[in-house]
């Protein structure tokens, strides 16, 4: 009996080892189960964050895109009509969002400056990539501005709903978000030269490279700035969107250049007697201007822009 009771204490012992042993592989594999998991659900998450990163870095480039190429329709429909930018705001909407400017398609039709840039394009650049990624993204109702924040830059923002889902479910995106481009002003074409000569003078907007116009009687920096019809920054002038539109309002961030009248001449268009500040000069305002010592005996400068270009010590007349 004692022998056959040694026999099953060693049975019951072996018998819960092995169950111990067993317990211990499956929780050490359950954890193992669960580490692992949990390791690939961060890593989708990571992807997808960079993912969303990468949406929040490319969205402005393609709104930057699409805003440049519209101002520069913008400048054409000008040169080929003879008529400022009307209803800027509607317009604008209208290209980004259809491919159209006053019903005229350059989407699709025979100028495609807009292939690729409209907001459609945007939709289905952003499900491609998303796609590539096992995740599916949307942006809707989309509200665009365009405006001036300072002279130099035009700047578009388009508000919107960004919506972006791994398709597993393990994660979703849902914000509103501005998209925002600033677009120089530099380098386009003036309207107000366009328009005010017929298409036979144009003028780049170029800011000026002089911070000083004048030292004492020496207006050599004033002549290059004159000869070059450089652009500075001027609160009574009006800004470049203005300028897009036919208006002379003034606004803070109004830019203004001298005109060249020489280059006008040589193209057989009559010059007026009044001051060379553009915004002026292509008004039918006749303020009361001055010549100026030691500039050419056509230019002139109004009583409001003579501290401006730093000649109230040099007006003649």
Do not use: C
Not at 239 to 251: D, E, Y
């Amino acid at each position: 009996m004692e022998k056959i009771s040694q026999k099953n204490k060693r049975a019951v012992f072996f018998t819960t080892l092995s169950i111990v042993i067993l317990s211990l592989f499956l929780i050490s594999y359950t954890l193992y189960s669960v580490s692992k998991s949990r390791e690939a659900v961060g890593k989708r998450i990571e992807t997808l964050n960079s993912f969303v990163f990468s949406v929040e870095q490319d969205l402005p480039r393609k709104l930057y895109i699409a805003g440049f190429r519209i101002i520069f329709l913008f400048e054409n429909k000008i040169a080929e009509t003879g008529s400022y930018v009307t209803n800027l705001d509607s317009k604008f909407e209208e290209a980004f969002f259809n491919g159209t400017i006053d019903g005229e398609d350059y989407k699709t039709g025979e100028n495609q400056t807009l292939y690729g840039a409209t907001f459609s394009d945007m939709q289905e650049s952003l499900n491609e990539k998303a796609n590539s990624v096992n995740a599916y993204a949307n942006i809707t109702n989309p509200n665009l501005t365009i405006s001036q924040e300072d002279p130099w830059r035009v700047k578009v923002v388009l508000t919107t709903e960004l919506f972006i889902k791994d398709t597993g479910e393990l994660a979703s995106w849902n914000k509103t978000f501005d998209i925002v481009a600033y677009i120089p002003v530099e380098n386009f074409e003036d309207p107000l030269y366009i328009l005010n000569t017929r298409g036979k003078v144009s003028n780049k907007v170029n800011r000026t490279i002089y911070e000083n116009f004048v030292s004492g009687s020496d207006v050599t920096n004033l002549t290059s700035h004159l000869e070059n019809s450089y652009y500075i920054n001027n609160s009574d002038a009006p800004s470049f969107l203005n300028r897009l539109q036919g208006s002379l309002s003034p606004s803070v961030n109004g830019v203004e250049s001298l005109v060249y009248l020489p280059e006008l001449s040589a193209q057989g268009i009559a010059t007026k007697d009044k001051s060379a500040v553009d915004h002026i000069y292509f008004s039918s305002e006749t303020p009361s201007s001055h010549h100026i010592a030691g500039m050419p005996a056509w230019f002139m400068v109004d009583d409001a822009h003579l501290s401006v270009y730093q000649v109230s010590e040099l007006k003649i007349d």
